[in-house]
């Protein structure tokens, strides 16, 4: 079904947007990261061709990418231009109003026994976490899929193999990738050979274990010798719930790929029990086989990452400071980042070079939430969501009420954790506390009790210098354990030869780090003293 794009005069495009006052032409909503309303993208495209597969049709393509529509082209990228159409960010006013009206309990109680697209909440549900990439690139990763008989129910490729973080070499060995079948990933990788990594998610891990190892036995360690049954026994119960094999050749591109349970990816994308994928999901990464259990789940995981960082920031803030904190949560507490064996300046690298990226994830999610929004005029310009220079600036209700309905929003097992830690700070007797968490339990069938926080949140909230201590305390022992464990589970699952490898590069990474901030500082340092030699 071939698409092409209409183009639509101002007038009429503000009252498809908006809506008109005394006509029928229905207001087309933002709701958490999607358009709330097929009508906007009917008003762009027209069908070339009568038929064609629904946004949510199941097969192999379209649960690929969402529904690639007979395109070619990810669904994404008609609903970056369609947002493109007209100034994503409403007034203060319209934004709170249509918040207030929206109100779903989708975030609150996700159901996650869904098992087909139709049962989201609707049809554009999360298609704001698909990025658009390009599209031989793209196809070349997908096609790395088409190699693993085993059955991959869900599944992403992220890091820096997929998307830039800088603008420095890898010191990576470039003859791996060089050779690919697709020219277009050392192409799309500036010629530098960058270990690409991904993440599968399957639904049996012993079965699929045992499937894989019959066709790829060179793919794992000497673990793989003991049986599926042990593998997966090391998967599920050592560390994050991950099994990675690392540098594996497929279709001649170099690649790491981690295989997970579907379950224990859900479970950490809702509740933030370990944060291990979660925190990757948090950041721009790629989608080539989607799953609507999952895409469910990741959208209250990325919710959730929002209001995390809201709490963190102070009442006005930029782009770049709320990218920078969602995308630090991933690393507070991971012990490599205290070791020389990642580049300090990770987190700010992966934000500069991917703006336009997590604008995608995060401004229409930011739209929907009552107590922040954009305040800057350079929003109403319809090109900025792809300018990476634009660092717009937002504002947020430092109300205690509005900021303990955040606190009592948090994924149950972060917020239990937090919990226990006011509870401690404020002396709250143990009776006291046990029965005010069963009146705010998640079991409780009161929906509005359930959604606003009570005086304990309000009084959580309330305390700004001591939240941001210790929601950071929270994250750091939440992501200790797991990421400290996942990688001593690394040593074996590689193997020894792969991983000491992959330690050398990742401090080799580390060194180029801090030769790129000692060349900065340089240049900043000549700067300075060149203005000075100036002014005298």
């Given at each position: 079904?071939?698409?092409r794009?209409?183009?639509?005069?101002?007038?009429?495009?503000s009252?498809?947007?908006?809506g008109?006052?005394?006509r029928s032409?229905?207001?087309i909503?933002w709701?958490?990261?999607?358009?709330?309303?097929?009508?906007?993208?009917?008003?762009?495209?027209a069908?070339?061709?009568?038929?064609?597969?629904s946004?949510q049709?199941?097969n192999?393509?379209?649960h690929?990418?969402h529904?690639k529509?007979?395109?070619g082209?990810?669904p994404?990228?008609?609903?970056?231009q369609?947002?493109?159409s007209?100034?994503?960010?409403?007034s203060q006013?319209?934004?709170?109003?249509r918040?207030?009206?929206?109100?779903?309990d989708?975030?609150?109680?996700?159901?996650?026994?869904i098992?087909?697209?139709?049962?989201?909440?609707?049809?554009n549900?999360?298609?704001?976490?698909?990025?658009?990439?390009?599209d031989?690139?793209?196809?070349?990763?997908r096609?790395?899929l088409?190699?693993?008989?085993?059955?991959?129910?869900?599944?992403?490729a992220?890091g820096s193999g997929?998307?830039?973080q800088?603008?420095t070499?890898?010191s990576?060995?470039?003859?791996?990738?060089?050779?690919s079948?697709?020219?277009?990933?050392?192409?799309?990788?500036?010629?530098n050979?960058?270990?690409?990594?991904?993440?599968f998610?399957v639904?049996?891990?012993?079965?699929?274990?045992?499937?894989?190892?019959q066709?790829?036995?060179?793919?794992?360690?000497g673990?793989?010798?003991?049986g599926?049954?042990?593998?997966?026994?090391?998967?599920d119960r050592?560390?994050?719930?991950?099994?990675f094999?690392?540098?594996?050749?497929?279709?001649?591109?170099?690649?790491?790929y981690?295989?997970?349970?579907l379950?224990?990816l859900?479970?950490?994308?809702s509740?933030?029990?370990?944060l291990?994928l979660a925190?990757?999901?948090q950041?721009?990464?790629k989608?080539?086989r989607?799953?609507?259990?999952?895409r469910?789940?990741?959208?209250?995981?990325?919710l959730?990452?929002?209001?995390?960082a809201?709490?963190l920031?102070?009442?006005s803030?930029?782009?770049?400071?709320?990218?920078n904190?969602?995308?630090s949560?991933?690393?507070?507490g991971?012990?490599?980042?205290?070791?020389?064996?990642?580049?300090?300046?990770?987190v700010?690298?992966?934000?500069?070079?991917q703006l336009p990226?997590?604008?995608r994830?995060?401004?229409?999610?930011?739209?929907n939430l009552?107590?922040?929004?954009?305040?800057?005029?350079?929003?109403?310009?319809?090109?900025?969501?792809?300018d990476?220079?634009?660092?717009?600036l937002?504002?947020?209700?430092m109300?205690p009420?509005?900021?303990?309905n955040?606190v009592?929003?948090?994924?149950?097992?972060?917020?239990?954790?937090?919990y226990?830690?006011?509870?401690?700070?404020?002396?709250?007797?143990q009776?006291e506390?046990?029965k005010?968490?069963?009146?705010s339990s998640?079991e409780?069938s009161?929906r509005?009790k359930?959604?606003q926080?009570?005086?304990?949140?309000?009084?959580?909230?309330?305390?700004q210098?001591?939240?941001?201590?210790e929601?950071k305390?929270v994250?750091?022992?939440?992501?200790?354990?797991?990421?400290?464990?996942?990688?001593i589970k690394?040593?074996?699952t590689g193997?020894?030869a792969?991983?000491?490898?992959?330690?050398?590069?990742?401090?080799?990474?580390?060194k180029?780090?801090?030769?790129?901030?000692?060349?900065?500082t340089?240049k900043k340092?000549?700067?300075?003293?060149?203005?000075?030699?100036?002014?005298?």
């Amino acid at each position: 079904m071939a698409l092409r794009r209409i183009w639509i005069p101002g007038p009429l495009r503000s009252q498809l947007i908006h809506g008109s006052a005394g006509r029928s032409a229905p207001a087309i909503e933002w709701q958490y990261g999607v358009l709330n309303s097929s009508a906007l993208g009917r008003s762009f495209y027209a069908s070339g061709a009568s038929g064609g597969s629904s946004p949510q049709s199941t097969n192999e393509d379209s649960h690929s990418d969402h529904s690639k529509n007979n395109t070619g082209s990810s669904p994404s990228s008609s609903s970056s231009q369609a947002s493109q159409s007209s100034s994503p960010v409403p007034s203060q006013r319209q934004r709170s109003s249509r918040a207030s009206s929206q109100l779903t309990d989708w975030d609150e109680d996700p159901n996650l026994n869904i098992d087909a697209f139709s049962q989201l909440p609707h049809s554009n549900f999360g298609v704001n976490q698909h990025m658009v990439i390009n599209d031989e690139f793209k196809e070349a990763l997908r096609q790395v899929l088409w190699q693993f008989r085993a059955p991959i129910r869900y599944a992403f490729a992220y890091g820096s193999g997929v998307f830039a973080q800088n603008n420095t070499s890898s010191s990576s060995s470039s003859s791996d990738v060089r050779s690919s079948t697709s020219p277009s990933v050392p192409k799309v990788q500036g010629g530098n050979g960058k270990m690409i990594d991904f993440i599968f998610g399957v639904s049996y891990t012993q079965h699929w274990h045992s499937l894989n190892l019959q066709q790829h036995r060179n793919h794992y360690s000497g673990l793989g010798s003991l049986g599926s049954a042990f593998v997966s026994r090391v998967q599920d119960r050592w560390g994050a719930g991950v099994y990675f094999n690392p540098y594996i050749t497929v279709n001649g591109t170099l690649l790491k790929y981690g295989v997970v349970n579907l379950d224990t990816l859900c479970k950490d994308l809702s509740e933030w029990d370990t944060l291990y994928l979660a925190g990757r999901l948090q950041k721009p990464v790629k989608i080539l086989r989607d799953d609507p259990r999952v895409r469910l789940a990741n959208q209250v995981n990325l919710l959730s990452a929002l209001r995390t960082a809201l709490l963190l920031l102070p009442p006005s803030f930029t782009e770049t400071e709320l990218y920078n904190t969602i995308a630090s949560i991933s690393y507070m507490g991971d012990p490599r980042m205290s070791f020389p064996t990642e580049n300090q300046n990770k987190v700010a690298n992966i934000v500069t070079n991917q703006l336009p990226n997590f604008r995608r994830l995060y401004a229409p999610l930011i739209e929907n939430l009552p107590n922040v929004y954009f305040n800057d005029p350079r929003c109403s310009d319809p090109s900025w969501a792809d300018d990476p220079t634009t660092d717009a600036l937002l504002v947020q209700d430092m109300d205690p009420v509005k900021r303990g309905n955040m606190v009592r929003r948090l994924p149950k097992s972060f917020r239990q954790k937090l919990y226990f830690q006011y509870q401690s700070k404020f002396q709250i007797p143990q009776l006291e506390f046990d029965k005010m968490l069963e009146e705010s339990s998640d079991e409780d069938s009161t929906r509005i009790k359930r959604s606003q926080g009570g005086r304990f949140e309000q009084r959580v909230a309330g305390d700004q210098a001591g939240l941001v201590r210790e929601v950071k305390g929270v994250i750091r022992r939440t992501i200790g354990w797991p990421s400290t464990s996942q990688s001593i589970k690394g040593l074996f699952t590689g193997g020894f030869a792969r991983t000491w490898r992959y330690l050398s590069e990742k401090l080799q990474k580390y060194k180029d780090g801090r030769a790129n901030v000692s060349k900065e500082t340089g240049k900043k340092k000549s700067g300075s003293k060149d203005e000075k030699s100036k002014d005298e």
